[in-house]
C-alpha cells in the first residue's frame, strides 16, 4: 500500500499516539478499504447484560467491547479469574480514514523484543497434549480440547507506538483477516488480525463462522499438491466437523430454525490457510443474550463447551486474559435496536506493562501427535510475530516480469474446490437445508416431550429435531429435572454427557441414573442417548467397558434394527454384548420389568450401538450431529418405537 497521508489523516493519527489518556480502536474489515476510527470513554461492567447500549438520554449508542475468556462464568462454567475487565469502549466518534492514507500516517519503526521465547518450553507442552490425550479424551471427558502456550517478549518502546506499528504491519503483509485491528485503553493494548467471525447479528440474521485445520505454508508458499495433502487429513477433516457441531449447539440454542450450514471454504491468509464453515440461523434475542449464548468459540476451547472449560482449568496454569474472548461491536440500527459483529480475539498480541504476550493453542484430539501439535504453536505464533514485523516474514517469490501473473487463488482451484466439497457428502442433510417450522409433515405433532441436559449442549439440537418431528419440547439442566416435571411429559429424552456412566461419585451421573431408572420402572416412553444410553444398559444388565480408541467424532455405518445408518458417535465407554447376540430374554436381564429388549450391536466385537424394549429405546451415536447423515430417519423410528 502506498499514498502519501492526508493531513487530516496524519493529524489524527498523531493526535491519538500522542495523548496517554486517549482510548480508541483502529478496525478494518475483511475487504473494507477504510480504516475505521472509534473514539470514547471506557467503562468496565461485570456481567455482558450490563453493557451500555443506551446513553444518559436513553438514546442507542455504539459501544465496543473486550470481553475476557473468565465471563464464561456467566454460564456456570470454570475458569481462572484474572480479573481482566470486561472493558467497554462508549463510542463518541466514529470516522474512516482512507486505507493507503491511514497506513502512510502510520509510525514504521522497528520494535525490538528482549528475552522472547514461549513460557512453556516444547518438551512441556507435548507433556500436556499427552496429558489430555490420556486423562480427558480417554477418559470420556470431552471429542477436543485447545490447551494454550503463550510468546513472551519484552518492549521497551511507547505502547502506543508499538501498537500502532504493529497495526501498520498488519495492513501491509496480512491478508484474508476477518478484522485487522488496534485497540487502545489505559492498562491494555490489543493488536491482531483475527480470521475467525465468532457471533454477528444483522437484521435478526445470526451467522458464526466455525474455522479449524491449520495449513502452515510451506517455504515459498502453498501449492495446490501441498493444500491437497492438507485437505486430505482425516484428523483437520474431523476437527472441523467436531467444531461445527459445537457451534451449532448455540446456534440451535439461539436460533428459532435452528442453524443451517454452508461450505466448506478456504481462509487464506499470509502464512496459514484454515478451512471454515458458515451457520446461519434467524434470531430475536437481545444481542447481548446472544453472545452469552454463545461464549466462546469451540475453536479455542474444545467440546462440550462446559467440559473443555473444566478441562482448560486444569491443564493452563494461567489465565487467558482476553484471549479466545471476543471484541464485540455493538451498532444501533434502524429498528432501535443493535447489530453484533464479534470476531474471536485470537491472532492477536497483547502489550501490558512492558511485556508482549501472544497467545496460541492447538486442538487436541484423540489422535493428535504431541509434537505436532507443538509445530501448529509455532506456526500459529510465527504468523502474529511475522505479520507484526517482530520476526522475519516469510519469503515471497517476485515473478519475472515476462513470467504470466501470479496465481489465482487456491480456493479457485478445481481440484481443490472438488475436494471441499466432497467433505459434505458424509454430512447430515438435514443441517444443511432451510429448517423453518412446517418444512416437513410432522409425525408427532401435539404430543410433549422433556429433553435431560447432561451438560452437552447437544441437547439443544436434538431439541431442534424433535420440533422438526412435531413435539413440544423443554429442556430441563439435570439439576432441575424433579420427578414431578419429568412425570408431566409424554416422552422424556435423556440426554448425553460427558464422563464416565460408572461413576458413583458424580452427582450429575446419579441424577441421570434416577431419570433414566424411573421411567423404566413406570413403563413409560423413554429414549436415552449416549451417556444415557451407557446408564440403561447398565441398568438392564447390559456390561460397560472402554473402548481401546475412543470414538470422538467418528462416522460409523451400522446395522440398527435391521435399517442400515450412518451416524455419528462421540464416546470413549460402550456397552457391550456377546458378539452376535441380537435379543435379551426377560431372564437375561438385571431388570426383568423391561422385558424382552432388542440389541443392535457390532457383530464382531459385541459393541451395542442401540436397543429398544417396550416402551423404551436408546442409542449410543448422536442422531443429531452432523455426522449422523441418516439421523432424522433414525430418531424419527425410535421415538416413534418408545412412544408406540
Known amino acids: 500500500m502506498t499514498g502519501t497521508a492526508a493531513p487530516a489523516t496524519a493529524d489524527l493519527i498523531a493526535r491519538l499516539a500522542a495523548d496517554p489518556a486517549a482510548s480508541f480502536a483502529l478496525i478494518v474489515r475483511e475487504g473494507g478499504d477504510a480504516v475505521e476510527v472509534l473514539e470514547g470513554e471506557v467503562v468496565d461492567v461485570e456481567l455482558l447484560a450490563d453493557i451500555p447500549l443506551t446513553g444518559p438520554d436513553g438514546t442507542p449508542r455504539e459501544v465496543l467491547a473486550l470481553v475476557p475468556f473468565r465471563q464464561v462464568r456467566e454460564r456456570g462454567f470454570e475458569a481462572h479469574d484474572d480479573d481482566a475487565p470486561l472493558r467497554c469502549l462508549t463510542v463518541d466518534a466514529h470516522s474512516a480514514i482512507p486505507l493507503d492514507a491511514a497506513v502512510a500516517a502510520l509510525p514504521a519503526e522497528h520494535i525490538p523484543l528482549a528475552s522472547a521465547g514461549f513460557d512453556l518450553d516444547d518438551a512441556e507442552y507435548a507433556a500436556i497434549v499427552r496429558r489430555v490425550i490420556s486423562e480427558e479424551i480417554g477418559r470420556g471427558e470431552g471429542a477436543n480440547f485447545v490447551i494454550r502456550r503463550d510468546y513472551v517478549a519484552g518492549v521497551d518502546a511507547d505502547p502506543r507506538v508499538a501498537a500502532l506499528t504493529w497495526f501498520r504491519a498488519l495492513l501491509e503483509h496480512e491478508r484474508g483477516a476477518y478484522w485487522t485491528f488496534a485497540i487502545i485503553t489505559p492498562g491494555h493494548v490489543a493488536v491482531g488480525a483475527s480470521p475467525e467471525a465468532h457471533v454477528s447479528a444483522r437484521d435478526g440474521v445470526v451467522t458464526m463462522n466455525p474455522i479449524s485445520g491449520t495449513f502452515r505454508h510451506p517455504a515459498g508458499g502453498a ?9 486430505s487429513s482425516t484428523k483437520e477433516t474431523e476437527e472441523l466437523f467436531m467444531v461445527v457441531d459445537e457451534e451449532l449447539k448455540m446456534m440451535s440454542a439461539v436460533c428459532s430454525d435452528g442453524g443451517r450450514i454452508t461450505g466448506p471454504h478456504l481462509k487464506e491468509m499470509s502464512r496459514l490457510t484454515h478451512t471454515e464453515y458458515v451457520l446461519r440461523g434467524r434470531s430475536r434475542l437481545d444481542p447481548r443474550e446472544i453472545l452469552r449464548e454463545t461464549m466462546f468459540a469451540p475453536t479455542v476451547t474444545g467440546s462440550p463447551m462446559q ?6 482449568r486444569r491443564h493452563e496454569a494461567s489465565p487467558r486474559g482476553y484471549y479466545s474472548g471476543v471484541a464485540a461491536l455493538f451498532t444501533p440500527n434502524a429498528e432501535g435496536g443493535h447489530d453484533l459483529d464479534a470476531p474471536i480475539l485470537i491472532r492477536t498480541a497483547y502489550l501490558e506493562d512492558g511485556r508482549l504476550r501472544v497467545p496460541v493453542g492447538a486442538t487436541l484430539v484423540r489422535h493428535s501427535d504431541p509434537y505436532g501439535e507443538v509445530s501448529e504453536t509455532h506456526g500459529k505464533a510465527a504468523g502474529v510475530l511475522g505479520a507484526i514485523g517482530a520476526i522475519p516474514r516469510a519469503i515471497t517469490i517476485v515473478p519475472d516480469d515476462d513470467e504470466p501473473a501470479p496465481a489465482r487463488r487456491l480456493a479457485d482451484d478445481p481440484d481443490i474446490a472438488t475436494l471441499l466439497a466432497s467433505r459434505n457428502a458424509r454430512l447430515a442433510p438435514f443441517w444443511m437445508q432451510e429448517q423453518e417450522p412446517g418444512a416437513r409433515q410432522a409425525p408427532f405433532t401435539g404430543r410433549r416431550a422433556v429433553v435431560v441436559d447432561a451438560e452437552d449442549r447437544f441437547t439443544t439440537m436434538l431439541a431442534h429435531q424433535l420440533r422438526h418431528l412435531g413435539l413440544d419440547v423443554e429442556i430441563v439442566h439435570w439439576s432441575e429435572a424433579d420427578p414431578a416435571r419429568l412425570d408431566a411429559a409424554e416422552l422424556v429424552v435423556s440426554g448425553p454427557g460427558p464422563g464416565d456412566p460408572r461413576d458413583d461419585e458424580s452427582p450429575r451421573v446419579a441424577r441421570m441414573r434416577e431419570v433414566v431408572v424411573r421411567r423404566l420402572e413406570q413403563h413409560r416412553p423413554l ?21 481401546a480408541s475412543p470414538h470422538q ?26 458378539p452376535g447376540v441380537t435379543r435379551l430374554t426377560p431372564s437375561e436381564t438385571r431388570c426383568g420389568a423391561v422385558g424382552e429388549v432388542e440389541v443392535a450391536a457390532d457383530p464382531s466385537s459385541g459393541d451395542v450401538y442401540a436397543l429398544r424394549g417396550a416402551g423404551f429405546a436408546s442409542v449410543q451415536g ?16 425410535l421415538v416413534a418405537h418408545a412412544l408406540a
Open 527 to 547: 429414549l436415552a442417548v449416549c451417556l444415557s444410553h451407557q446408564i440403561l444398559a447398565d441398568r438392564i444388565g447390559v456390561g460397560l467397558g472402554t473402548l
Open 223 to 231: 501449492t495446490v499438491e501441498t493444500l491437497t495433502e492438507f485437505l
Open 622 to 637: 448422536h442422531l443429531e450431529s452432523i455426522l449422523s447423515r441418516d439421523g432424522m430417519r433414525t430418531l424419527e423410528r
Open 307 to 312: 467440559n473443555a472449560c473444566a478441562v482448560i
Open 553 to 578: 467424532g467418528l462416522q460409523l455405518d451400522v446395522d440398527l434394527f435391521g435399517e442400515r445408518a450412518s451416524i455419528g458417535f462421540y464416546n470413549t465407554f460402550t456397552a457391550r454384548v456377546t
